[in-house]
């Protein structure tokens, strides 16, 4: 053989008439073993919690000539294996114990990382060690199921990426799929049918979605926006803070809820000393409280309980504001301004006047109080003494 040839990598290389007689053991031994070594070869690597040298030979199989490295051995850190600067094709594979990374290398190179329970495939250009995967373009999987997923990952295969129908993409975690992006680009979280652009199914209290903010209070940061038509402009937005739940067009504050589920609109609750549960301020009759009823009847009211159940109202229909208890109106006041106590109608073209219908007579006076009512027509007057005074005959 040549006095003079790259350790490991070499063939056999016999000059012109030389080893007569010996030709095919030469051959064998000295080209198509060591071939196959490298075309098809494995090598079993066993490290010792070290840098490790991959053997080398010159003309004989050795470690550094297989085109398969399998690492094996227990590492307390992550440690190097060392490869000759000769151009050579590997896949790596790291299957050693204390989830410890490698770094494939050669020498004087900065080589690739290999992860515990990771296999690569790397080359050596005669200088350095390159991953040889970064040139592929594209990737075809089979379809894979949910527990089985087509992309999966080593001592995890349950867990991963699959197709469960034409242009549809499905992930999966612990054999369960967990969220589904459709070939209308909705995204599902807990649903394989979401229903809108992103569908979030709650199965339990623990499910659901939760946005954080940074650790600084920022009353903006980490909040939920909503952007107009044009893309650029926020229109509305929704954060948290220490300060409760804040609701804000532009950038500005409009309305907050508090920790003691208190709203403020226009206002932080109790801003002016007040514990009322809503707190609405505004300058100016267009600033306070507009609400629209489009029902009829007992639908056009706000509706006013206390905790045992009993109810208020406040109503309005096209011609009065009413007040009432359970169902039943007791006042209103009109579009002309009268003021009615039992009463729904005021006579033509009365404005400003007050109306009483039939009371119920008084038997008894609190101490401290006079009583005005109508009876059978009349307008009367009883003292806190019991005395009655006719006012007005009917």
Not at 187 to 210: D, E, M, Y
Not at 322 to 335: A, M, Q
Not at 366 to 373: D, E, F, K, R, V
């Amino acid at each position: 053989m040549p006095s003079t040839y790259t350790p490991s990598l070499r063939l056999t290389l016999p000059a012109t008439n030389e080893l007569g007689g010996t030709w095919g053991a030469t051959v064998n031994t000295g080209i198509t073993t060591l071939t196959e070594t490298a075309i098809a070869g494995t090598a079993a690597v066993a490290m010792t919690d070290a840098d490790y040298t991959l053997t080398t030979a010159n003309g004989t199989t050795d470690q550094a000539r297989n085109m398969f490295i399998t690492l094996t051995g227990t590492l307390t850190v992550s440690r190097n294996v060392i490869c000759p600067s000769v151009s050579k094709l590997y896949v790596v594979t790291n299957s050693t114990t204390g989830s410890q990374s490698i770094v494939f290398k050669t020498s004087a190179g900065a080589g690739i990382t290999v992860a515990n329970g990771q296999r690569k495939m790397l080359y050596c250009n005669g200088t350095d060690v390159l991953d040889a995967t970064t040139g592929f373009t594209s990737i075809l999987f089979d379809a894979g199921t949910v527990s089985a997923p087509s992309i999966s990952f080593v001592g995890s295969t349950n867990t991963g990426f699959w197709r469960p129908a034409v242009s549809t993409v499905a992930l999966s975690t612990a054999g369960s799929e967990r969220l589904r992006v459709t070939s209308a680009g909705s995204v599902g979280i807990a649903t394989t049918a979401p229903a809108r652009a992103l569908h979030v199914a709650n199965l339990s209290p623990s499910t659901g979605i939760r946005i954080s903010g940074p650790t600084s209070d920022n009353a903006w940061a980490g909040g939920v926006e909503f952007y107009s038509d044009n893309g650029t402009t926020v229109t509305s937005s929704i954060t948290a803070s220490t300060g409760g739940i804040l609701f804000g067009y532009g950038g500005s504050e409009r309305m907050r809820i508090d920790a003691s589920g208190n709203l403020g609109v226009g206002a932080v609750p109790g801003a002016y000393g007040e514990s009322a549960k809503v707190l609405v301020n505004g300058t100016g009759k267009t600033n306070g409280i507009y609400i629209n009823f489009n029902g009829t009847g007992a639908d056009r009211q706000i509706a006013l309980a206390n905790g045992n159940g009993a109810v208020g109202f406040v109503g309005t229909d096209n011609t009065a504001l009413t007040f009432g208890t359970g169902v039943t109106e007791r006042l209103r006041i009109d579009i002309s301004g009268n003021l009615g106590l039992g009463v729904t109608a005021f006579g033509t073209s009365a404005a400003k006047v007050i109306g009483m219908a039939n009371a119920t007579a008084p038997t008894t006076s609190p101490a401290g109080m006079g009583q005005l009512y109508v009876e059978a027509g009349a307008l009367k007057f009883r003292g806190s003494s019991g005395t009655i005074t006719t006012i007005a005959p009917a």
